[in-house]
């Protein structure tokens, strides 16, 4: 069975350096883009940014850029999400998400069960 | 980027019922369209890609169309468990952008 498991609940400081993580099982993880979302507390779902596992590859929303970087490592099948400084807006549930191409559209067939991440300033 | 506008913010409908949820693209996305179901303290699932097509296990009563940049998600015949928050999702024009969600909820 197909699944992303990711790293547990944070409690930061604004200003404080942070990683979480993704890693998926029983499927090739070379071969799918992950992506990660974000889900502010009451709010809907945003996508952030897509990384390729295959050459580690990405690309984030350009309204978010500079503030995060995601990355992978296809050896253990885990991708990363980072902050150097986080600040109080960065508090959120987020999901990684594995991508399913389909007919020229990018979705997300598989989900990660959510890290929530709370900054306090 | 792509504004998506879904209708109604809210949807109350008895089980049983048929329900329909509306999603609105600013301009054309052909038919990179999805839809996702949420519970509360859970990830999004994938129930509709590429507008009409059933993600794997998901049951027949799910089923989307299309009309130019309006898209719908109907649920035919509501089930207990079909109570949740719903977002659609386009692919078409970087960056994916989603609706803000319809909950729906029972009448």
């Known amino acids: 069975e197909v699944q992303l498991v990711q790293s547990g609940a944070e409690v930061k400081r604004a200003g404080e350096s942070l990683r979480i993580s993704c890693r998926g099982s029983a499927y090739d993880f070379s071969k799918y883009y992950i992506s990660w979302l974000r889900q502010m507390p009451g709010k809907g779902l945003e996508w952030m940014g897509r990384?390729?596992?295959?050459?580690?590859?990405?690309d984030t929303r350009p309204s978010l850029q500079g503030h995060f970087t995601i990355s992978v490592d296809t050896s253990i099948s885990t991708a990363y999400l980072q902050w150097s400084s986080l600040e109080a807006s960065d508090t959120a549930i987020y999901f990684c998400?594995?991508?399913?191409?389909?007919?020229?559209?990018?979705?997300?067939?598989?989900w990660g069960q959510g890290t929530l991440v709370t900054v306090s300033s | 980027e792509i504004v998506m506008t879904q209708s109604p913010a809210t949807l109350s409908v008895s089980p049983g019922e048929r329900a329909t949820l509306s999603c609105r693209a600013s301009q054309s996305i052909s038919n990179t369209l999805a839809w996702y179901q949420q519970k509360p303290g859970q990830a999004p699932r994938l129930l509709i890609y590429a507008t009409s097509t059933r993600a794997s296990g998901i049951p027949a009563r799910f089923s989307g169309s299309r009309s130019g940049t309006e898209f719908t998600l109907t649920i035919n015949s509501l089930q207990s468990e079909d109570f949740a928050v719903y977002y659609c999702q386009q692919s078409n024009v970087w960056p994916y952008t989603f609706g803000q969600g319809t909950k729906l909820d029972i009448k």
């Open positions: 998400a594995r991508h399913l191409y389909y007919d020229a559209g990018n979705y997300f067939d598989y």
């Open positions: 990384v390729d596992p295959a050459d580690s590859y990405s």
